[in-house]
């Protein structure tokens, strides 16, 4: 009876080859082919920001700068960072892009706004005229501006069977530099530059995100800025 059934098992080519991919999806599972790896760098140019100075004021989100084709992730950016930044650094009383919008708008400054960064995208300078405006209206002393310089995502195909693609290699890499500007005196008062890698080998259709990618700078950020030491990190997807 045995030697009937692996006679028409072994008859079957499409079911021969379904056991044979179950068969190589576990091997590389528990060969340990997949996993998470993460590579950063920060470079921090310490300013003349006094921590207990940041901790006594409000910090503002305003609109991040992205590079072309990155425009519709302004948001998602910032909000990313304000989500980690609330959770690890409890400290800091800290004020949303939609509620920097939302206070920009309600007072017609929107036309100043605009024009303001008109004026960046030229000369990376924020006008101090209009920058003490929003600081106001947000009732901020500090605003912080994030640039995004580089975001690239792609896959590739690390482990095959029979022209299956079993495992795949997610890769994304973003670097972005993180600015917080101070409202009354027009300055730069503490910057960071970070290049962070991810790479995921995985058997899933899960790419490596955006919000993934931004996440984990906004770690970095929330263990280097000045003041009280930060809350553990929440585990990431992927941990």
């Known amino acids: 009876m045995a030697a009937g059934q ?3 098992l072994f008859r079957d080519p499409a079911r021969a080859l379904r056991h ?5 999806v576990a091997c590389a599972l528990l060969s340990g082919c997949t996993g998470l790896v993460v590579y950063s760098t920060a470079d921090t140019q310490v300013g003349t920001i006094d921590p207990g100075l940041l901790q ?5 989100f305003i609109t991040p700068s992205t590079i072309t084709g990155k425009e519709e992730d302004k948001q998602a950016l910032a909000l990313a960072f304000a989500s980690v930044l609330s959770e690890r650094r409890p400290d800091l009383q800290l004020v949303s892009l939609a509620e920097t919008l939302s206070a920009i708008n309600a007072d017609g400054l929107s036309e100043h706004y605009r ?3 008109d004026d960046y995208r030229d000369t990376g300078i924020f006008r101090s005229d209009i920058l003490r405006e929003v600081g106001k209206v947000t009732h901020s002393r500090f605003l912080i501006q994030l640039k995004l310089a580089e975001f690239e995502q792609d896959s590739a195909g690390r482990w095959s069977m ?3 693609r079993l495992v795949e290699t997610k890769r994304a890499h973003m670097r972005l530099f993180f600015q917080i500007w101070d409202s009354v005196t027009g300055r730069i008062v503490w910057e960071s530059l970070h290049e962070l890698s991810m790479a995921n080998d995985t058997y899933t259709e899960r790419a490596v995100t955006f919000r993934d990618v931004a996440r984990r700078i906004a770690n970095d950020v929330a263990d280097l800025l000045p003041g009280h030491p930060p809350s553990p990190p929440f585990p990431e997807e992927g941990e």
Do not use: K
């Open 115 to 117: 024009d303001m960064y």
């Open 6 to 8: 692996s006679h028409r």
């Open 56 to 60: 006594a004021n409000r910090l503002a």
């Open 20 to 24: 044979g991919i179950l068969a190589a």
């Open 162 to 164: 029979l022209g299956f």
